[in-house]
Every structure is written in structure tokens, then in C-alpha cells.
């Protein structure tokens, strides 16, 4: 099974800040990376698909990047609405494993 | 609109089955996988398995391998999922997820709680 890692695995920051959070693959995975954002109580919202392709209805402000094992999600300036976990995950081959999620907090 | 609807909560006993629904609307039923993820208590996300509603081709995780089926009823859009021989391990959330070829779940249902307890 491809293991995904993300980095860090917890992060405090302030509105405004620019954050990035990293997912690193265990094998080459092409372009076929996810990212999620998820809520308590809800279920996980795409964010960005094919590593850098944005969800619809999806705002500007996230972009993510990267191929082949090394992938970034990027916020550009945290509102207080993008407090919550954020997972990535891969879609090029079954089983498609999750990374373990960034819980990110307000400072 | 595009919506996944999954069946209510469950309680279950060590060694029971349980089985969960999500029924699809607002869309193609046989033009998208359906994912099954699952969530435990406090902790990350796990893939368990995918259907093709088309001809309803499965493929599970390997850890579900033997205990999980996926179906589905396509004159009603119904995607269920049994898992047996169900142990305390199993308590989590479980959630269906509509998904394009290769690419991430874009709608998901609204999950299902499924307790196992003695």
C-alpha cells in the first residue's frame, strides 16, 4: 500500500497568515493527489483535486501544488472559517490511502 | 442537486452485521464510483472500498477483505455496504462519497454512526 505522510500534524496560526502543509507519498503517485478539509461533525469538503486542481466553489485562497511523491496545500491568508483538519489523500491506485491529517488551530 | 443519503445510526452487538444505505440523487447514478470511508472516534480517515454502480465491479481495501460487500440497486440509485463479523474496532462514522475516475470525492453523504457495543 502507498503510505501518504503529512507534515506537520498540528499548527497554530493567526487570520491573515500564509500556511502550507506538506504530504509526501511513500512511491511516485503522478499527479493523483487529494486534499480535504473537514470539520467536527461533518463530513470531508474537496478541496483540491489532481494536486492542483481547484474544487468548484472552492475559494482562491487554497492552492496546492507538487507530483510524483511531494505535494503542498497552500492557504494564502487563513480566515476563520479554514480553522480545522485538513487530509490528503491518493487516487492513483487502490488501496487510496489517507495521509493522517493537520489539525490546524488558531494562535 | 447532487445528494447522498445515508441510512440512520446503528447500535450493533460484537460478531453482528450491519448493513448501510446511500441512495444518490440529482445526478447519472452509473457515471460515478461511490467510495466507502470510514471514520473512528477522534481519528483519521480510512478508505474501505469502491463500487462502479455501472456494472458493479468492487474493489476493498485488503484490510476488509472477506468481511466487507458493496452492492448496489440501480433502479433506485442505492449503493449499501455490509461489513460482518463486526467487532468494537468498527465503531466510527462511516461515509459514502460519490467519486470521478482517479480523482477525490467531490459529494459525500452525511455519514453513519455505527456503534458496536456488548
Redesign the interface.
Given at each position: 500500500d502507498i503510505q501518504m505522510t503529512q507534515s506537520p500534524s498540528s499548527l497554530s496560526a493567526s487570520v491573515g497568515d500564509r500556511v502550507t502543509i506538506t504530504c509526501r507519498a511513500s512511491q511516485s503517485i503522478s499527479k493523483y493527489l487529494n486534499w480535504y478539509q473537514q470539520k467536527p461533525g461533518t463530513a470531508p469538503k474537496l478541496l483540491i483535486y489532481a494536486a492542483s486542481s481547484l474544487q468548484s466553489g472552492v475559494p482562491s485562497r487554497f492552492s496546492g501544488s507538487g507530483s510524483g511523491t511531494d505535494f503542498t496545500l497552500t492557504i494564502s491568508s487563513l480566515q476563520p472559517e479554514d480553522f480545522a483538519t485538513y487530509y490528503c489523500q491518493q487516487s492513483y491506485t487502490s488501496p487510496f490511502t489517507f495521509g493522517q491529517g493537520t489539525r490546524l488551530e488558531i494562535k | 442537486q447532487v445528494q447522498l443519503v445515508q441510512s440512520g445510526a446503528e447500535v450493533k452487538k460484537p460478531g453482528a452485521s450491519v448493513k448501510i444505505s446511500c441512495k444518490a440523487s440529482g445526478y447519472t447514478f452509473t457515471y460515478y464510483y461511490i467510495?466507502w470511508?470510514r471514520q473512528a472516534p477522534g481519528q483519521?480517515?480510512?478508505?474501505m472500498?469502491?463500487i462502479n454502480p455501472s456494472g458493479g465491479s468492487t474493489?476493498y481495501?485488503?484490510?476488509f477483505q472477506g468481511r466487507v460487500s458493496m452492492t448496489r440497486d440501480t433502479s433506485t440509485s442505492t449503493i449499501y455496504m455490509d461489513l460482518n463479523s463486526l467487532r468494537s474496532g468498527d465503531t466510527a462514522v462511516y461515509?459514502c462519497?460519490r467519486?470521478a475516475y482517479?480523482?477525490?470525492?467531490?459529494y459525500?453523504?452525511?455519514?453513519t454512526l455505527v456503534n458496536v457495543s456488548p
Open positions: - | 467510495h470511508v483519521g480517515l480510512e478508505w472500498g469502491m474493489t481495501a485488503q484490510k461515509y462519497a467519486v482517479r480523482s477525490g470525492g467531490d459525500w453523504g452525511q455519514g
